[in-house]
Each structure stands twice: as C-alpha cells, then as structure tokens.
C-alpha cells in the first residue's frame, strides 16, 4: 500500500506504525530516528543539490527523502518536489516543516518503499540521499525506479555510505561506487560524475566516507532523417 498525502497542512501522515517496504530493512526501525513534528529536519546537502541548481526548476523526486531537508531546500528554489519515505514519522516530519515555511504547495509527499513506488510522472531531477536499501533486490528495485522516474536528459544524484572505507554498517548495508556506476549503466544512464569524497554525516557532527554518483538519462537517440 501507498499512503499519499494531500496538501492540507495539520493533519496525520500516517499511523506512525512501520510503513510498507519494512521488509527492506526487517531489524531497523526508521521510524524511530523521527518525531514526526518538523524537528528533525535536516539541513540540506549542497553536494547532492548542485547538480539540480543548474538546472531550470522543474519536477524533483527525493526517493527515501527522511525529515524532507533536501525536498525543502529544491522547493524553496522553486521546484515542485515529491517526496517518498517509508517512515510514516519522516513524512510527517517533512509536512511539518514544508507547512511551516509556507512550501507545502509545491511538495507531495507518500508513505511508500521505494522498491516499488512508482512515479506518476517525469522527473527533471531525482534524489537518493543515502536512502538505498541493503544490496540485494530492493536496492535493484529502487535503482531501477530512480532510472525509471526521470525525464529523458533528466539528473540522478546519489549519495551512499562507502562500503571500501566505512569501519561501521552491516555487510551489504553500505555501497562501493563500482556498484552503484554499473547498475546505472545498465540502467541506460549515462554516468557525467562518480567519485568517493569525505562528507559531514547527516545530522552528526563528523564526518565519513561517501560515494556520490551523478547520472544522466539520455535523450531518445534515435532521430528520423528526412
Ligand atoms: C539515512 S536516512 C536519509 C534521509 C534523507 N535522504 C537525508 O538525506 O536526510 C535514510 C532514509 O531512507 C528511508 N528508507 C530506507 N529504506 C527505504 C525504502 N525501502 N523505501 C523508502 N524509504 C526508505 C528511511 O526511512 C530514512 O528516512
């Protein structure tokens, strides 16, 4: 099931019981990291967002968007942002915080996995900030939603925990780049930045490894000629 929210500001996003999709990650309760009030937004992640501020504001999906600090942070520069997360409390979180600043106009929100969310519409860009299920098939699946979702010439940014130079995380919870470029290549994107970096961690104050990967989708290659 799908739990999409409308746009009324005051109201419940979800039962705050765990969200479809907890199968993903059967022994982490997500839902337990949020308050679901707003207070837990964090900043966003300028790393992650350049590529999106590039570009013409459009249609932007942040697939496992958290507490919606990213979501907020393309809607405030004008961009009409979905935002999908498991954790029913993320969800009300980012509502909390999108009514709060006046942006819940240009943000949809949904209770949902992302291994199998499916977009109703194309995206201009998409965002997957260190979101991605454990490798295995519901990684795969929401990688293939992440290609699926954008636009032809549409951006992917994608910023996961490097699993060669992380000393935390279970096997399989974090990723390599390798991974995560090859996936996409075989997705059909055309990959424009992979590289491994040193990044502050969400809402800690330190830092750690990441990979961050940059995609593009092609445009239809095939062109008649007259
Ligand atoms: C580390 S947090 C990152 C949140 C946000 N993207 C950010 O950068 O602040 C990971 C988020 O992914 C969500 N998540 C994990 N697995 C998911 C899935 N299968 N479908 C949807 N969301 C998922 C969690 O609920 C959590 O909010």
């Not at 291994?115 to 997957?128: H, I, R, V």
Request: with cysteine; hydrophobic share 40%; glycine share 12%.
């Amino acid at each position: 099931m799908t739990h999409t929210t409308g746009h009324a500001c005051g109201t419940q996003d979800g039962n705050h019981t765990h969200g479809p999709g907890a199968a993903s990650y059967p022994d982490f309760e997500w839902d337990a990291l949020y308050t679901g009030d707003g207070s837990d937004t964090a900043a966003p992640d300028p790393m992650l967002l350049a590529p999106a501020y590039g570009l013409l504001p459009g249609r932007a999906l942040d697939l496992g968007c958290g507490a919606g600090g990213n979501a907020l942070a393309l809607a405030e520069r004008g961009w009409r942002v979905t935002g999908v997360d498991l954790a029913p409390r993320a969800i009300a979180s980012t509502r909390a915080s999108a009514c709060a600043r006046g942006l819940d106009d240009r943000i949809e929100l949904a209770v949902a996995d992302s291994a199998t969310w499916q977009p109703e519409t194309a995206y201009d860009f998409a965002l997957s900030s260190y979101a991605l299920p454990p490798r295995g098939p519901a990684r795969t699946a929401t990688l293939a939603v992440l290609a699926t979702a954008l636009a032809p010439g549409g951006i992917l940014a994608l910023g996961e925990w490097d699993e060669e130079a992380c000393d935390w995380g279970k096997p399989g919870d974090l990723a390599t780049l390798a991974e995560l470029t090859e996936a996409l290549t075989g997705l059909g994107l055309d990959v424009v930045r992979a590289e491994r970096q040193v990044v502050p961690r969400i809402q800690h104050p330190s830092e750690d490894h990441a990979v961050i990967v940059i995609a593009r989708k092609p445009h239809d290659t095939l062109e008649t000629t007259g």
